[in-house]
């Protein structure tokens, strides 16, 4: 069951990866990939007020934040579970939202 899932999420980034011609397109398949999106909103901008938005954020920022939920120094249980699945990952996505639009 979480082989199954794994295979199917890594075949969903493969695959977003070949189709997408963009720079950062490996970041922005991973953020998508994984649900980043499904919370932060596409391009990292927020609908929703108690989920922060991502676009535009400093790099080496985002990729703190990633760490510090990855090692429970920072404490939130959707971001604890999340960011784990980030892992090798983290430069990318943060590249990827810091050249996303803040505004709407
Ligand atoms: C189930 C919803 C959910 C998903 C999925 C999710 N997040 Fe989050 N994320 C949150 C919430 C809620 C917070 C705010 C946590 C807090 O208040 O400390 C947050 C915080 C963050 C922060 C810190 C932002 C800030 O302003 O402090 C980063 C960076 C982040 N998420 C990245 C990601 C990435 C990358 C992914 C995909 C691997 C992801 N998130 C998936 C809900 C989610």
């Known amino acids: 069951m979480i082989t199954k899932t794994f295979y199917t999420l890594i075949f969903?980034?493969?695959?977003?990866?070949?189709?997408?011609?963009?720079?950062?397109?490996?970041?922005?398949?991973?953020?998508?990939a994984l649900g980043c999106a499904s919370?932060?909103?596409a391009n990292g901008r927020s609908n929703d007020e108690s989920i922060?938005?991502?676009?535009?954020?400093?790099?080496?920022?985002i990729i703190q934040q990633?760490?510090?939920?990855?090692?429970?120094?920072?404490?939130?249980?959707?971001?604890?579970?999340?960011?784990?699945?980030?892992?090798?990952?983290?430069?990318s996505i943060a590249e990827y939202l810091f050249m996303q639009d803040p505004q709407r």
């Open 39 to 41: 919370c932060h909103g």
């Open 66 to 91: 990633l760490e510090y939920f990855q090692s429970g120094e920072r404490q939130n249980s959707y971001m604890n579970a999340m960011a784990p699945m980030a892992e090798g990952f983290e430069r």
């Open 12 to 32: 969903f980034v493969l695959t977003a990866f070949s189709f997408s011609s963009q720079a950062n397109s490996e970041g922005e398949a991973i953020y998508s």
């Open 52 to 61: 922060p938005s991502l676009a535009g954020k400093d790099v080496e920022w």
